[in-house]
């Protein structure tokens, strides 16, 4: 047996990744004369210097990942907390001590929490990643409880021997208010807008209508031709009327807020078919009252914003607007038959589907966005349901 070693001594480390084996303390190496000494001892400082280096390492990658302003949080193959940095402990409330060891899903919110350990086995099986190496936004679990907006990226790192998961996390909540007032601004304008188009533009409008129709009745028992063209006028004028009271009824939905989500939803469905000529049906198997004004706007937002790209994009024929209750919500999904997204396609890329995103996201709901097999595209969003709220009975 060797002599135990005096304290300070250091003693080398095996380490594959830069070639270094189990040896003996350095004070155990015999002093020898001449060149085969001196070469053991250069090797020995090779090695100590090596050793020093990968401590060095060691350091800087810890003060990176402490003084990161995102949360780094590693977990092992069954899901379990192996490191938790500085700024998660900020973002969460936990201290690292806390959680390292207990399953990553303690952080999350319903119904990842749930499923986590399901996302996990079904990537180890099929390697099919829903969610390692996408970036997406999400709401997660404070240790008080609280649910807020993170934006969360995942990376796997494979080792010799096992594999782990890394997530990097950035707390969104300011983001979200800024979007969420800035979303408010843009309906407000919106509805303004609106107003001016219903009572301002529409009534000038209607003078021009009655002043045509007056010089068609002066002109008709002397100029007849005249007479006619007049009417035409009044007639163009008219259909003009129409039109800008369906555009400001767009623009700010007075039956949303009188009628609900439901009438809304069945009066877009009415519009669209007049304006643009083309097939739009709506389908409520149910009689659905949502009590949450906030979230039936962004739902009902969305939908408008799937069929205005449902024309304009997809060149759409035909669309039906759907809307369903569910035990904890309501969902709405707009089809089409349209051509669909380009081979090429980038999902989010388009501001129209970012603004979806960003309502989709006010309201805690989610938002899928998907071609169909047999040609068009399908939009789904789903809100939560308020405490409170109510729906339906049977037609």
Known sequence: MPPPRPPGQSRIIFDSAIGIGFGRQISDIPANNGMKDNKKLSGARRLARSESAVRDQEERLRAILETAVEGIITIDERGLIESFNSASEKIFGYQAAEVIGKNVSVLMSTPHREQHDGYLENYQRTGQARIIGIGRETFARKKDGTLFPIDLSVSEVKLSDRRIFTGFIRDITERKRLEKENLEISEREQRRIGQDLHDGLCQHLAGIEMLSQVLADKLEPRFKDSAARATEIAKAVREAISQTRLL????????????????????????????????????????????????????????????????????????????????????????????????????????????????????????????????????????????????????
Not at 284 to 307: G, S, W
Request: glycine share 12%; aromatic share 4%; net charge positive.
């Open 248 to 395: 400001a009824r767009g623009l700010s939905p007075v039956t949303l807020e009188s009628e609900g989500l439901m009438s809304a939803l069945a009066e877009l469905a009415l519009n669209t078919e007049k304006i643009f000529h083309v097939r739009c049906a709506f389908d409520c198997p149910e009689i659905i009252k949502f009590n949450d004004h906030a979230a039936a706007t962004h739902l009902f937002r969305i939908a408008q914003e799937a069929v205005s790209n449902a024309i304009k994009h997809g060149k759409a024929k035909k669309i039906s607007i759907q809307l369903h209750a569910q035990a904890d919500g309501i969902s709405v999904r707009v089809n089409d038959d349209g051509v669909g997204f380009p081979e090429k396609f980038s999902g989010g890329s388009g501001m129209g589907l970012r603004i979806m995103q960003s309502r989709i996201g006010m309201v805690g709901g989610t938002l899928r966005v998907e071609q169909n097999p047999a040609g068009g595209v399908s939009v789904c969003c789903r809100a939560p349901r308020k405490t409170g709220g109510s729906h339906g009975r049977k037609k």
